[in-house]
């Protein structure tokens, strides 16, 4: 009873958490004295439950799975109750010489470190604000650059906000041509920004000149989604069209795209440039070759709603994510290499848009009618990892800094939001701790 009362205060000490209850993760409490007082070992304990051994070097992680496993496994052990066949190392007699009231392996469990827990601030750590930013689930308005400048479509202007000077500089006012900004684009080199107009045209911007380059023609309704694929310019409209662009040539476009019945409103090139994905106010989700595709390789028909949230994982190739509006709700996972559908998470509110983590198998949604939130995810559990709050209309705005560390939402609310949200570099081990009974919320 001693060594049971001392192995919770240290258990408590070290930082193990809450004592386990069904249906919940284990404590370090509940496995030192299942140590200490039924000789159950804690390797066995831990080999039982598939997780690392504690007395081999440096440990191994747990995760919140595996320990409910091993809580579960507890309440029926083989070795409560019953004879021990034979004494193991863990539960040999302590030295006489020693002063703690533990075992070696015990001890070895509690002197392993813990993993911090990951904390994302639920506030935004700047906020600006963007006077006419329209509330239209349809539109792309918002987009950072490679050279880490902010770009949004305000009414019938262009502005740009450096993350580094905090400069804010107008580059387009479409006022004169009766007309409005109706979507934005950045080329991957961030010299150069395409802006999509309500009367379906596409401009291409010097910045460092703010000067107008070239006007491309062929859509007959807005241009509400643009996407690059190095000199290619995609863009797609109300006329339900995706117009391909050589940026070098002479030519308003050389390839038309006709797949959809409704506006386009999501455009998204996968990473290695070999395939473009579309979503339309028609619920479809089409994929397309590179070059002279005439139909999509892939329709996905899943969607109950229009579908503007398009994202390609930089992690898994083919991997491709999309999000539902309002009638819908769900963000659904696909392998783009066989056509087959991947996983679907009901999300319980419309889905505007969708990134990747550039460093971490993570992603981020916004979200409209009707908790207006922003969710980090953890793929491929789907577990959220933070559900962040502000906005008082649809996030129907997204866009990641250049580092892959903060991530600006817009809304209708007429505020552009900043969040830190990922980690900067990737990591290079895995927390090994055996005290990780920690679930991040």
Avoid at 228 to 251: C, E, Y
Avoid at 327 to 355: E, K, M, Y
Wanted: with cysteine; net charge positive; glycine share 8%.
């Amino acid at each position: 009873a001693a060594a049971a009362a001392a192995a919770a205060t240290a258990s408590d000490g070290a930082g193990g958490g809450a004592h386990g209850h069904p249906g919940g993760p284990p404590s370090t409490y509940n496995i030192l004295l299942r140590n200490e007082l039924l000789g159950a070992g804690i390797d066995r304990t831990l080999a039982s439950a598939g997780l690392p051994s504690a007395t081999a070097d440096g440990g191994g992680a747990s995760s919140p799975t595996q320990l409910d496993s091993l809580w579960s496994n507890s309440e029926t052990s083989s070795s409560c109750f019953q004879y021990k066949h034979e004494l193991s190392d863990a539960s040999a007699p302590p030295s006489p010489y020693t002063l703690s009231p533990v075992g070696k392996t015990s001890e070895k469990l509690l002197m392993s470190p813990r993993k911090t827990p990951r904390k994302i601030s639920k506030v935004p750590f700047k906020v600006l604000d963007a006077p006419q930013l329209k509330d239209d689930f349809y539109l792309n308005l918002v987009d950072w650059s490679s050279q880490n400048v902010l770009c949004v479509g305000l009414e019938s202007c262009v502005y740009l906000w450096s993350a580094c000077t905090s400069k804010v500089t107008k580059i387009c006012d479409l006022r004169g041509e009766n007309d409005s900004v109706t979507s934005v684009q950045w080329m991957p080199r961030g010299s150069h920004l395409a802006v999509g107009t309500n009367k379906g045209c596409v401009q291409l911007w010097d910045v460092q000149k703010c000067k107008r380059v070239r006007t491309f023609t062929g859509h007959e309704g807005r241009v509400g989604a643009l996407a690059w694929n190095n000199s290619t310019l995609s863009s797609g409209s109300r006329d339900r069209f995706i117009l391909q662009r050589d940026v070098r040539a002479s030519d308003h476009f050389y390839e038309r795209l006709g797949g959809h019945k409704q506006e386009v409103c999501g455009l998204k090139w996968s990473p290695d440039g070999q395939h473009l994905a579309s979503g339309g106010n028609d619920n479809k989700l089409l994929v397309w070759a590179s070059r002279n595709s005439s139909t999509p390789l892939h329709r996905f028909l899943e969607h109950k709603a229009a579908i503007k949230a398009i994202a390609w994982s930089p992690h898994q190739h083919g991997l491709l994510a999309s999000g539902g509006g309002t009638a819908d709700q769900c963000i659904r996972f696909w392998n783009t290499l066989t056509g087959q559908p991947l996983q679907t998470v009901d999300t319980r509110s419309q889905v505007c848009n969708l990134v990747w983590s550039k460093t971490s198998n993570e992603l981020v949604s916004t979200h409209g009618y009707s908790q207006n939130q922003v969710i980090v995810w953890k793929y491929p559990s789907m577990s959220q990892i933070a559900t962040l709050t502000g906005h008082s209309m649809r996030v129907l705005y997204l866009a990641m800094s250049p580092d892959g560390q903060t991530i600006v939402t817009g809304a209708g609310d007429e505020t552009l939001r900043f969040w830190n949200v990922f980690s900067k570099s990737r990591s290079t081990m895995e927390s090994r701790s055996l005290l990780d009974f920690s679930r991040i919320r």
